[in-house]
């Protein structure tokens, strides 16, 4: 080969490596500027939390500043679609609970939004418990007691909304003792607890935080806690499957965080790398629990079928009570 081709060789293998994104270069050079991590909700919240934890650990990690934008609407809904419609290069980011990505697309259809195709997950981020409390009014002592009153008459229970985990939740709870509930809606956690305390409805579930004051008071009564080990801060409740209750109903809440579709493989994993050390500081994860998480960072595989589960089990029982949101 002479120089001149030689040359033309060269320059035609520079050029090629300039057309290329940085991200192909090798994960090594991502992130090359700012990433926009989007929460689909309101500023304050506790996904709101644990989004602006994680972003200012991999704002050190990175070298590079990760912004928290608050897109709330349709539910979360809003958000996440321009996330997923977003360019997949690992610059925009959403961080949502469980229901934005396996249970709101089933809901609300006319979003267009699809959790199987439109994100590249990354992974856990944490998982928010539940305990299902209910009103002492009932004069149950034990999930056990609470079952058989269950058979014995409809009881009224709290959501923090149609469609919403609680809704859900309880149904499947339901379900799985062979009675019928009766649900009764509210805008939000904190109203449906309140509920339960004055005794308008006899039982709903709620996080640690949102119940230890009240508990601590004597107005509401936890009973069971839906995950696989008892919580620290209710160390006496004990779990579902300790009452020997097959299949836990109430599934946890989890925060995760997700890309667009098409996100280089190299980038997903930097993401993930990024999160699970972020998510391991002691500092992080005391702060989580005090919100009533629990740091749970998994893999992006794990996040990809913990969704799939989810558009299969709860899309079966959304269509068997036919519930429909427009938003």
Do not use: C, W
């Amino acid at each position: 080969m002479s120089v001149s081709q030689s040359r033309r060789a060269f320059l035609a293998l520079a050029g090629a490596g300039l057309a290329m994104p940085a991200f192909a270069q090798g994960s090594g050079t991502y992130p090359a500027r700012p990433i926009q991590l989007v929460v689909p909700y309101p500023a304050g919240g506790a996904v709101d939390l644990a989004a602006r934890l994680v972003a200012e650990r991999m704002r050190v990690d990175f070298g590079q500043t990760v912004v928290v934008e608050n897109r709330p609407g349709a539910n979360g809904m809003v958000g996440a679609v321009a996330v997923a419609r977003a360019q997949p290069d690992g610059y925009t980011l959403l961080m949502a609970p469980r229901e934005v990505f396996g249970i709101n697309p089933i809901l609300m259809p006319q979003q267009a939004l699809d959790g199987k195709r439109d994100f590249a997950y990354v992974g856990v981020v944490a998982e928010g418990p539940y305990v299902l409390v209910v009103n002492p009014g009932l004069g149950v002592n034990s999930f056990a007691d609470f079952a058989k009153l269950a058979k014995q008459r409809e009881l009224t229970y709290a959501s923090f909304g149609k469609g919403s985990m609680a809704h859900l939740n309880i149904e499947a709870l339901a379900r799985k003792l062979g009675v019928r509930m009766v649900h009764v809606p509210y805008r939000g956690a904190p109203p449906a607890v309140t509920a339960v305390a004055t005794g308008e409805v006899a039982l709903t579930i709620a996080t640690p935080p949102a119940a230890l004051s009240l508990m601590q008071d004597g107005k509401i009564k936890a009973l069971a806690v839906g995950d696989q080990r008892r919580l620290t801060q209710l160390s006496d409740v004990p779990t579902m499957t300790e009452l020997g209750v097959a299949e836990d109903p109430l599934i946890p809440n989890f925060f995760g965080l997700a890309a667009p579709n098409g996100t280089p493989p190299a980038v997903v994993e930097r993401l993930n790398e990024a999160m699970a050390k972020a998510i391991k500081s002691p500092e992080i994860a005391t702060k989580l629990e005090a919100s009533g998480l629990v740091a749970a960072p998994g893999s992006p595989a794990a996040m990809a079928s913990l969704v799939n589960g989810d558009i299969e089990r709860f899309g079966r029982l959304i269509r068997e009570l036919d519930i429909k949101i427009v938003e």
